[in-house]
């Protein structure tokens, strides 16, 4: 059953496989061998960084930001890394217009399996955990999985606007309340 869980070198060679599969979420880029054999004989370094709290981050604007109230899961079976999200408990003012409260990817042979409606449907879960009512989750236009793994738990399209992150491309813009799932329940 997969589950969420904080990253963990049980996993370590499921993971480093991905990476050679080209997994990647968000804007990280396709990490080059020599950086993935580091990350395979010293995972610790690469995966301290993943749940550090405070400091700030610099997004493709180039604007430094303080950095939000998160976490990084990553979406497992019994014996393989599937993915990983990122989970913001509340919105900084990039975060509000172009990246939302999860962000998440699935490794390539993992894809068109569900499992991206499931990383979303746990991250969901972890917000509403931390009193998060109403999340804003973005794909980018042409990520047809993306976006209707956010539809199927419950999003609702506000609008589309140029993405900051892929020049020429639309990013959608879902919100999903919470409390009114809550009601439906």
Not at 40 to 52: K, L, T
Not at 87 to 116: Q, S, T, W
Not at 165 to 172: A, I
Request: net charge neutral.
């Amino acid at each position: 059953m997969p589950r969420l869980i904080l990253p963990d070198t049980r996993y370590l060679a499921s993971y480093v496989k991905a990476m050679r599969e080209g997994f990647c979420f968000g804007i990280c880029p396709i990490l080059p061998e020599d950086e993935i054999k580091k990350i395979e004989v010293d995972p610790f370094d690469h995966f301290e960084g993943y749940n550090r709290q405070g400091g700030t981050f610099t997004p493709t604007d180039g604007i430094p930001r303080p950095s939000v109230h998160h976490n990084f899961y990553w979406l497992v079976d019994d014996k393989d890394f599937i993915g990983a999200i990122s989970v913001r408990y509340e919105l900084n003012d990039f975060l509000e217009i172009h990246a939302g409260h999860l962000g998440y990817g699935i490794r390539p042979a993992m894809k068109r399996k569900g499992f991206a409606k499931k990383i979303v449907s746990l991250g969901l879960k972890k917000l509403k955990e931390k009193g998060v009512t109403r999340v804003l989750i973005t794909a980018d236009d042409d990520n047809i999985g993306s976006w209707k793994a956010i539809e199927a738990n419950g999003g609702v399209m506000e609008n589309k606007i140029p993405s900051i992150f892929t020049e020429g491309h639309l990013s959608r813009r879902y919100w999903i309340d919470l409390a009114k799932e809550e009601k439906n329940e």
